[in-house]
């Protein structure tokens, strides 16, 4: 009983280190995606900066009919340029949301490991409750990750170009393990 005893406790203090790990890799996925959300609104407050203060078609052939000097000329944005620059604009937006996009996958298959060690860990029944409450939370965070994502069109990428989780084994134990790869 007491070796039993002490075997539910190990579990408790490891699903409890895991919990908190989880916690702390969920915070750091919303303080990301919040972020990320931040610099797109900000990118979209800048194209209609853009498309309020864009030369005007007729303003420009006032000017020319009136002989505008070449400096004023020069002073203005000649439209292969803006059109590079609303190219960039736009792969920036691209990106990230495809790194949006790859953040919610990580998290998914996360959770779907989560989920799988807690089956294989938490099947004694003085640890139900605390299973359901964190199953509770876990699709509360999930369900403010969805509401807080950006809605991709059908034609996005099938994918991304670097995989956001490395597969690493315990030496102590070698058990696998997750881990985020470091960078950007």
Not at 84 to 90: F, G, I, K, T, Y
Request: hydrophobic share 35%; net charge negative.
């Amino acid at each position: 009983d007491e070796e039993l005893l002490r075997r539910i406790q190990a579990t408790i203090v490891q699903v409890q280190g895991d919990y908190e790990k989880l916690s702390s890799v969920t915070g750091n996925l919303l303080d990301d995606h919040h972020q990320k959300q931040k610099d797109i609104e900000a990118l979209f407050q800048s194209l209609e900066r853009l498309k309020k203060e864009k030369a005007d078609k007729e303003d420009l052939a006032l000017g020319i009919d009136v002989k505008a000097d070449k400096t004023a000329l020069a002073g203005k944005v000649s439209r292969t340029q803006f059109d590079a620059s609303m190219e960039r604009l736009n792969e920036m937006i691209q990106e990230m949301l495809s790194r949006v996009t790859g953040q919610e996958q990580g998290w998914h298959q996360v959770q779907r490991q989560l989920s799988e060690e807690m089956g294989s860990k938490l099947d004694r029944l003085e640890l139900g409750p605390f299973q359901q409450r964190l199953e509770e939370h876990w699709k509360s965070t999930l369900e403010q990750l969805k509401e807080k994502a950006p809605q991709t069109e059908d034609d996005d990428a099938a994918g991304i170009k670097k995989q956001l989780l490395a597969h690493f084994h315990c030496m102590s134990c070698d058990r696998p393990l997750s881990m985020l790869v470091p960078g950007p």
